[in-house]
């Protein structure tokens, strides 16, 4: 199983995941292994063009892309909605949209060690980031 598969099943409603990390990182391919750990079904997408999308399964999934927005813009999109909407949300290039990211999130920031390598950073603020790496850590534990 992969770390994004394992990251959704220990997600629950209201949680947020700011994505941080260059161009071709796998912030997409993480968020796609999120969906599949939460139940969504469907096929995601990157939202790069639509600036959201929207998947309904056991709990709902707003996946955020930022990439061709400008930073002046967040403000007046109404994206703060989504952080209440009681699904979990994903938002990848987060740093666009700082002022508007809840406090208790979870940072995940990945870099490109060579092509087919990447490190991931998770960080974050409050219980439920502590809950997070534990159990991704048990997770890991038991691979082993």
């Given at each position: 199983?992969?770390?994004?598969?394992?990251?959704?099943?220990l997600?629950?409603?209201?949680?947020v995941?700011?994505?941080?990390?260059?161009?071709?990182?796998g912030?997409t391919?993480?968020?796609?292994g999120?969906?599949?750990?939460?139940g969504i079904?469907?096929?995601?997408h990157s939202p790069t063009?639509?600036?959201?999308?929207e998947?309904?399964g056991?709990l709902?999934?707003?996946?955020?892309?930022l990439?061709?927005?400008?930073?002046?813009?967040i403000?007046?999109?109404g994206?703060?909605e989504?952080?209440e909407?009681?699904?979990?949300?994903?938002?990848e290039?987060?740093?666009?949209?700082?002022?508007?990211l809840p406090?208790?999130r979870i940072?995940?920031t990945?870099?490109?060690t060579?092509?087919?390598?990447?490190?991931i950073?998770?960080?974050?603020?409050g219980?439920?980031?502590e809950?997070?790496?534990r159990?991704l850590?048990s997770n890991a534990?038991?691979c082993?």
């Amino acid at each position: 199983m992969i770390i994004g598969e394992q990251l959704g099943r220990l997600l629950i409603e209201g949680d947020v995941i700011a994505l941080y990390g260059d161009l071709g990182t796998g912030k997409t391919v993480l968020a796609k292994g999120i969906a599949r750990g939460v139940g969504i079904q469907d096929t995601v997408h990157s939202p790069t063009f639509t600036l959201v999308h929207e998947y309904m399964g056991p709990l709902a999934l707003y996946h955020i892309d930022l990439y061709r927005i400008d930073e002046s813009e967040i403000e007046s999109l109404g994206l703060d909605e989504y952080m209440e909407s009681g699904g979990v949300v994903v938002v990848e290039w987060a740093e666009k949209m700082k002022v508007l990211l809840p406090t208790e999130r979870i940072d995940i920031t990945l870099r490109k060690t060579n092509e087919s390598t990447r490190e991931i950073v998770i960080t974050g603020q409050g219980a439920r980031v502590e809950t997070i790496i534990r159990g991704l850590v048990s997770n890991a534990d038991a691979c082993v």
